[in-house]
């Protein structure tokens, strides 16, 4: 660690900074680049949970970088196999073929896409022919997503100019099922980023995308003819009059466990809160999230900055184009946000395009990479300097074949209030977030419980410490914690039930039998109540 950076942290930390505090390394970490970076994805390649880069070059080699903790990297491009030469543009990362291995989709400029399979070895291999994964187009938008629940991941790619195209992945081989279930969206239009989200929680993904031009958002879900409809204008997102959409990320910034959207824009980027009954809202203007007029916002993440609690929103922006740098938007928890962009440092003219997010040290707190058409600057690797504040995150292991349980919804709950994160593979514009799901606790120093929604409609729950990041197995059905009255507090109204039960007064099933008995004896006595108490004291 260089003594500039070393005498920079110092500063920052004794300054008493309430707001996020963000500091660029990438030529400290290595990974400085004269590139035209496109889209970011952030994928563990080697499964030792660090979380490496690789970085679409619109002009030349993709660049991949191996994450050697610490905030070192390395350059293994080259000897990877997988930095094709090409106007790559889009990265999404996903098991395909249930391997246990990650691997990696390139969508490129008018040429073949490109299928990366991931040998164990800090190697990939092109397999798209040889799966059936044949396409040239001008892809500007991709998402890993079981749309038929049949545990194997697919993949649905948008385009510029031509059909979207849904690829059915059938024991790692794929076919082309886009007409077959109606899922071509927009018809030689302008589309850009697509997403899988099961926005409305009724098992079936729906698939989220934008498009340039004023030609409006589109909401495909699937009906009960098994064939997938618009409903973008039923539901309020379309905004054919003002959108010039570039990319879409989902996030419950509200924290109503609601998912909401946010879509970066031609001029200024609009923000879509869920309602109760499945509408949404365009609460742009009154949660101040529009950004600048003449704004050409491209990648954008919701992630906690600051561990507070609340999601922000940070929007690359290409400076070159509109002369309006990044913006960084803070939420302070009352449904508005404010930029705070040159105080945080992330106040950048780089000519943004895609970004994404991870926690590279596993130190709690969420880093960011911005890329962008600023050759000189063409990656930018921000490490996280917040004032410390309480958090939590997980890795889900999904049963096969969706080994990294992409489509997992986690909610914690303290005191009855709720945070939810999805994982997703594919969001924003051309990127990928990491599969390590963070959230941030501000001061709080107990969650009364974890629930995970796995993919498969499986539920498992979970009490856990804080400041810890936990690894969690889809076949652990549930760990015992005394919440068992469901209302998501520990508190003495499960006392009440559980001494209920014991006098044989009140029935359990299978799931509160689990989380009753703390002492794990196999019975439900005064033994667990007494914990109950200890845990509510």
Not at 119 to 145: C, R
């Amino acid at each position: 660690m260089t003594i500039i950076r070393l005498l920079y942290i110092s500063f920052l930390l004794n300054l008493s900074f309430t707001q996020p505090q963000f500091i660029e390394v990438s030529e400290f970490a290595g990974v400085q680049s004269a590139i035209q970076g496109r889209g970011v994805c952030i994928v563990d390649i080697n499964n030792d949970n660090l979380d490496d880069i690789f970085v679409c070059n619109h002009s030349g080699n993709d660049k991949l970088y191996l994450n050697n903790d610490n905030f070192q990297f390395t350059d293994i491009s080259d000897e990877s196999g997988i930095a094709y030469s090409g106007a790559s543009q889009v990265a999404v990362a996903a098991d395909y073929d249930s391997d246990g291995f990650v691997d990696v989709f390139v969508g490129v400029s008018n040429n073949l896409a490109k299928l990366y399979r991931n040998n164990g070895n800090d190697t990939f291999t092109d397999t798209s022919i040889d799966v059936g994964l044949i396409y040239t187009g001008n892809i500007l938008g991709a998402a890993w997503g079981d749309y038929n629940n049949d545990g194997w991941l697919d993949l649905y790619i948008a385009n510029f100019n031509n059909r979207n195209y849904l690829f059915e992945n059938n024991n790692g081989l794929f076919t082309d099922v886009t007409f077959e279930v109606g899922a071509q969206g927009p018809m030689n239009d302008l589309c850009m980023q697509a997403i899988f989200l099961d926005y409305d929680e009724d098992g079936d993904l729906e698939i989220i995308g934008t498009q340039d031009g004023y030609r409006g958002n589109y909401l495909l879900t699937m009906q009960p003819n098994n064939m997938y409809s618009d409903i973008a204008s039923m539901v309020g997102i379309e905004a054919d009059d003002i959108l010039q959409g570039m990319g879409v990320m989902a996030g419950d910034y509200n924290r109503d466990g609601l998912f909401d959207l946010y879509f970066t824009n031609l001029h200024e980027n609009i923000l879509f809160r869920q309602d109760e009954n499945g509408m949404f809202t365009d609460v742009s203007a009154e949660s101040s999230t529009q950004d600048q007029p003449m704004s050409m916002a491209w990648g954008s993440s919701f992630f906690d900055a600051d561990n507070d609690g609340w999601l922000d929103i940070f929007s690359n922006n290409e400076s070159g184009f509109g002369g309006v740098p990044t913006s960084f938007f803070h939420n302070l928890g009352d449904g508005t946000f404010s930029d705070i962009a040159i105080n945080s440092g992330l106040y950048l003219w780089n000519s943004g395009y895609g970004c994404a997010i991870a926690d590279f040290e596993n130190d709690g707190d969420i880093d960011m990479v911005a890329v962008g058409y600023d050759v000189e600057n063409g990656i930018l690797l921000f490490e996280n300097q917040s004032p410390q504040k309480n958090w939590l995150q997980f890795r889900l292991s999904g049963n096969t074949p969706n080994r990294f349980a992409i489509g997992s919804v986690i909610t914690i709950w303290i005191d009855g209030e709720l945070q939810k994160h999805v994982l997703q593979a594919g969001t924003g514009f051309c990127s990928q977030d990491s599969y390590t799901i963070g959230f941030g606790l501000n001061e709080l120093t107990s969650v009364d419980s974890v629930v995970v929604r796995w993919p498969s409609n499986q539920i498992t729950y979970f009490p856990m410490e804080v400041n810890t990041l936990i690894s969690i197995n889809e076949d652990q059905i549930c760990i015992p914690y005394g919440e068992v009255n469901g209302d998501f507090s520990i508190d003495v109204l499960d006392i009440v039930a559980v001494v209920a039960y014991i006098f044989d007064s009140l029935n359990f099933d299978e799931l509160q039998n689990c989380q009753a008995d703390l002492n794990q004896d196999n019975s439900i006595d005064i033994l667990d109540v007494v914990i109950i108490v200890s845990v509510i004291l």
